[in-house]
């Protein structure tokens, strides 16, 4: 799946992914391929990403929002 993570600033991420976590606005969430769509804000926290080559990196925000569809996501954030 691919992913993009963005914030006002400029783009913090954008590749292959086997597995993000977020800090949803209901409980921390996981997406994996396939995952059904979801739109949902996002809480002060850590993003976990797993790419392609099972490289894990961490990214923090202090909020925003993502988007899922077809093996697609987007993450709208604010950075620290």
Do not use: C, N, R, Y
Request: charged share 25%; no cysteine; proline share 4%.
């Amino acid at each position: 799946m691919f992913l993009e993570i963005i914030t006002p600033e400029k783009k913090l991420f954008s590749g292959e992914v086997k597995l993000i976590k977020l800090p949803g606005a209901q409980g921390g969430f996981e997406i994996l391929t396939k995952h059904a769509p979801i739109i949902s804000t996002l809480v002060k926290g850590q993003i976990k990403v797993i790419d392609s080559a099972d490289e894990t990196s961490f990214i923090d925000i202090s909020g925003g929002v993502i988007e899922s569809q077809d093996d697609k996501i987007i993450v709208l954030a604010e950075a620290h």
